[in-house]
């Protein structure tokens, strides 16, 4: 396993590589390990580990096509990307969902995006 982090974020997933493929090409991420029922991702900054629901609960998980967003989730990870454009393009082609508007923030835009099971994470693009 790669040595500890400071900060980061663990995501469960019914569907392992597809999960992890979209934070992969989404956030830019490298993989720095990777087993049957994990892959710790590099981001810039932040650290994602991808965990795979165990088979005797992930059975009975359906998973819709295109995800439905998971609402009533208790956390949003948010992560700055390069291009909101680009991250929404690169998310649909990967099994997402661009979900909701874009909202202006302080030197920032920002848009929710479903991975391909549905969490919500929040995508935030700097501006001048």
Request: net charge negative; proline share 7%; hydrophobic share 45%.
């Amino acid at each position: 396993m790669p040595s500890t982090a400071s900060a980061g974020v663990l995501i469960y997933a019914k569907h392992l590589e597809e999960v992890s493929t979209f934070y992969e090409r989404v956030l830019g991420a490298r993989v720095l390990h990777a087993d049957n029922e994990h892959k710790v991702l590099q981001a810039q900054d932040a650290q994602i580990i991808i965990h795979a629901i165990p088979a005797q609960y992930a059975e009975s998980i359906v998973i819709a096509k295109p995800p439905v967003a998971r609402e009533e989730q208790a956390i949003k990870p948010f992560f700055t990307v390069e291009s909101l454009t680009a991250a929404e393009k690169v998310a649909e082609e990967c099994g997402g969902l661009v979900w909701g508007p874009i909202w202006p923030g302080p030197r920032m835009r920002v848009r929710n995006i479903c991975d391909p099971e549905g969490n919500i994470v929040h995508f935030r693009e700097n501006v001048a």
